[in-house]
Structure formats: C-alpha cells, structure tokens
C-alpha cells in the first residue's frame, strides 16, 4: 500500500556567490505554480500529490528548471541550497506582499528569524482519528528527520553551532502543543489558541507535524511534516519521504492502540505531557548535531543516537519497502548515514578551512549541475 504525498519547497534565489536576492513578486507574476512567501527572498512550488515516486521526482525537478531559466533571463542569477541567509541579510524583512496584514504581523513578531528555506512533507491519511494518531507517533520522531535533513550551519556568514540553525531559531508556535488524543481534542485545542492569539488563524500551528487539510481543522486529509531543512538533492529528498511513508504503512497497518501509538497503554513508560516534553527536547538536540545528536527514545527511555535510531528504522523496514517497491528510493538514505547530511558535510568543509561563502558558492554550483543532470535523465532538457 503507498500513500498519496507531495511536497512544499521552499527556496532561496541568489547570485551565484550566495547572496540572496528577493525575486518572488516578480516570479509568482510570471510563472504557473510557484507562491510567494512573506519575504521576498525565497520563493515556493508546490507539487502535486502522487503515489509513485517516479512522477515525484519529475515533480521536484521541472519547476526547478523552469524557475532557474527565467532567473536566467533577469541576469546572473540562480537557487542557494540551505535554509538559512547563510551568507548575510538577517538585518531587513524584504516585504514580498505589503499590502498582507498576515505578512504585516508576521515581520513584526518574528522578524527574518521566519526568512528560512524548507521542505514540507505531505502525506496522505483520509481516515481523521487515524491521521491524529499517525501525527502523535511522528511528532516523537520528527527529529530523526530533521537530523538527516539538517542544512543550515550558517547564518550571517559565521558557523552558529547548530547544524540546523533555521530549526533552532523558527519560532515554534504555539509554544507549547500537546499530543492530541483524537480529532475532537484538535479541534477543541485550536478554537482555543485563536480565542486567546496564541494563533493568528488555521495556519498559524508552526510545530514539527501537524494534520492539514482545505478546512483546517474540521476537514482534514494529510500528515504535513514541517521540520525539514531544505533537502537540495531530489533523490536524497524521496529517500528520506520513503523512510516516512514506510514507517507510516506500518503504523497505519497497526493502528489505533497499537505499541507504535505514543497514547496506547503500554506503549511507552511516559506520561502524554512528558512524552511532549521529550519531542522538543529532541528537537532542540537534533537542531544543533544533526546525525550525532543523542536523543532519548520515546518508548524505552534510553538514550540513542539519531544515526543509530535512523540505522534501526532502516533495517526495521526494509522488507517493507521491497514489498512495496520503493526499496531503490529508501535505499540512498545509507549514503546520508554514512557520509553525511548537507550540514555536516558543510561544517567538515569548514573546518578544512574553507570559508562559508567558498562553501556555499562551491554547494550553489553543485546543485545546478545536479539539477542539469536529473533533468536531461528525465527527458525535461
């Protein structure tokens, strides 16, 4: 059984040396498909959902290429990897929509802390108690995400010490979200942070996971996982929206009360608070050393690394992935484990010398010829 899923891509336009360049009024005017954010700076497409990963990958990399030619013909401009303003430019909102009140209380709270690059991952789930229950497992283990996805040791030109500096600094909110027990108490729970402003509207639930649908939070259809970094690398990317899936099958094949739902008897050894307490924690850990970091499991209560708990998923679900067919898609996950994610392989260029701007001007040219040589496999050029 594969699930329906899709992606948010959220990107930065740049000169080919990293400095970030706002250009999205003028992209979403001229171009099918892509949305603006509230800074100008970074620009978003959005694919369509798809069972098979092989219309996903076409997906990924078509907007991609059409995007890079029409910055093409503005001058010498292209796409920066990372999810931060690596480089420099945190001093200043650059206003993509003025006249958006949403935008307007976006920059006066948050400020460019929000100006960050991401993917958000989407996954199909109909059934409603069965989506809030996959989003309950997934919030305990999105930061096994978040660390092979980790891109984003920069930030103004200096290494912050975190490997996901856009993870550390995005302001979570509300700032504390529980796990909800069913459909009902998600509901409950947002009426409430519009009533008090903790939220803004539907939209304003910045967690790690959150259940999404056309008529948030009554109508609801999908899993959007919202903590990765920006995975620049289409294949990298599937591999790691594989690893979710799978690990979603299994749940959904479980279901409700089984040992993966964190809520079941017997499941885990903590309480629901303590288990949300866990998942930020985790969170937090896995911003700053990615693959490294040692998080508490949320069943046992022992301490693992991300990289050994990923390896265990890994060989876990396997089988299932052949079964289903997407073992060649999972399969590029060994690489990141065993070579790196982007941050790491970054920060260890940094720490040979290289500064952030050679890094990034060498990651921005790599990523092009990439997407050049995804694109002419897939017949796109």
């Given at each position: 059984?594969?699930?329906?899923?899709?992606f948010e891509v959220e990107?930065?336009?740049?000169?080919?040396?990293?400095?970030?360049?706002?250009?999205?009024?003028?992209?979403?005017?001229?171009?099918?498909?892509?949305?603006?954010?509230?800074?100008?700076?970074?620009?978003?497409?959005?694919?369509?959902?798809?069972?098979?990963?092989?219309?996903?990958?076409?997906?990924?990399?078509?907007?991609?290429?059409?995007?890079?030619?029409?910055?093409?013909?503005?001058?010498?401009?292209?796409?920066?990897?990372?999810?931060?303003?690596?480089?420099?430019?945190?001093?200043?909102?650059?206003?993509?929509?003025?006249?958006?009140?949403?935008?307007?209380?976006?920059?006066?709270?948050?400020?460019?802390?929000?100006?960050?690059?991401?993917?958000?991952?989407?996954?199909?789930?109909?059934?409603?108690?069965?989506?809030?229950?996959?989003?309950?497992?997934?919030?305990l283990e999105a930061p096994?995400?978040?660390?092979?996805?980790?891109?984003?040791?920069?930030?103004?030109?200096?290494?912050?010490?975190?490997?996901?500096?856009?993870?550390?600094?995005?302001?979570?909110?509300?700032?504390?979200?529980?796990?909800?027990?069913?459909?009902?108490?998600?509901?409950?729970?947002?009426?409430?942070?519009?009533?008090?402003?903790?939220?803004?509207?539907?939209?304003?639930?910045?967690?790690?996971?959150?259940?999404?649908?056309?008529?948030?939070?009554?109508?609801?259809?999908?899993?959007?996982?919202?903590?990765?970094?920006?995975?620049?690398?289409?294949?990298?990317?599937?591999?790691?929206?594989?690893?979710?899936?799978?690990?979603?099958?299994?749940?959904?094949?479980?279901?409700?009360?089984?040992?993966?739902?964190?809520?079941a008897p017997n499941s885990?050894?903590?309480?629901?608070?303590?288990?949300?307490?866990?998942?930020?924690?985790?969170?937090?850990?896995?911003?700053?050393?990615?693959?490294?970091?040692?998080?508490?499991?949320?069943?046992?209560?022992?301490?693992?690394?991300?990289?050994?708990?990923?390896?265990?998923?890994?060989?876990?679900?396997?089988?299932?992935?052949?079964?289903?067919?997407?073992?060649?898609?999972?399969?590029?996950?060994?690489?990141?484990?065993?070579?790196?994610?982007?941050?790491?392989?970054?920060?260890?260029?940094?720490?040979?010398?290289?500064?952030?701007?050679?890094?990034?001007?060498?990651?921005?040219?790599?990523?092009?010829?990439?997407?050049?040589?995804?694109?002419?496999?897939?017949?796109?050029?």
């Open positions: 059984m594969l699930l329906s899923k899709g990107i930065y336009t740049s000169t080919p040396t990293g400095d970030v360049i706002g250009f999205s009024d003028r992209i979403v005017a001229n171009l099918h498909g892509f949305v603006r954010e509230p800074d100008s700076r970074n620009v978003e497409y959005i694919t369509p959902p798809f069972l098979k990963y092989e219309p996903l990958l076409m997906a990924l990399v078509e907007p991609r290429q059409k995007l890079r030619s029409y910055l093409r013909s503005l001058g010498d401009y292209t796409l920066m990897p990372g999810s931060t303003l690596a480089l420099g430019g945190t001093d200043h909102f650059y206003r993509s929509d003025p006249n958006n009140p949403y935008h307007t209380y976006i920059e006066q709270t948050y400020g460019t802390d929000v100006v960050t690059a991401s993917i958000h991952i989407n996954v199909g789930i109909p059934d409603l108690e069965l989506l809030i229950a996959a989003c309950r497992l997934i919030r096994l995400y978040l660390a092979l996805s980790a891109a984003s040791p920069f930030l103004n030109g200096k290494a912050t010490g975190f490997h996901s500096s856009r993870w550390q600094m995005f302001p979570k909110t509300p700032k504390e979200v529980p796990l909800f027990r069913d459909h009902h108490h998600f509901v409950e729970w947002t009426e409430q942070q519009l009533q008090l402003g903790t939220m803004q509207n539907v939209r304003h639930l910045w967690s790690s996971v959150r259940p999404n649908g056309d008529n948030r939070p009554y109508n609801l259809n999908r899993l959007e996982l919202r903590i990765s970094d920006l995975v620049i690398d289409p294949v990298a990317l599937l591999a790691i929206t594989s690893l979710l899936e799978m690990r979603l099958t299994q749940f959904l094949e479980a279901g409700i009360g089984s040992s993966l739902d964190p809520l885990s050894k903590f309480t629901p608070s303590e288990l949300a307490e866990i998942a930020d924690r985790n969170e937090i850990a896995a911003a700053t050393n990615s693959l490294d970091a040692v998080l508490t499991h949320w069943q046992t209560g022992e301490e693992i690394t991300a990289r050994e708990w990923v390896s265990n998923l890994y060989e876990e679900l396997r089988s299932r992935a052949k079964d289903s067919g997407v073992w060649c898609f999972l399969s590029p996950l060994k690489k990141i484990l065993e070579q790196g994610n982007e941050a790491q392989r970054w920060l260890a260029a940094y720490h040979n010398g290289l500064s952030p701007r050679q890094i990034m001007t060498d990651a921005i040219a790599s990523a092009e010829k990439m997407d050049k040589e995804l694109a002419e496999a897939l017949l796109l050029i």
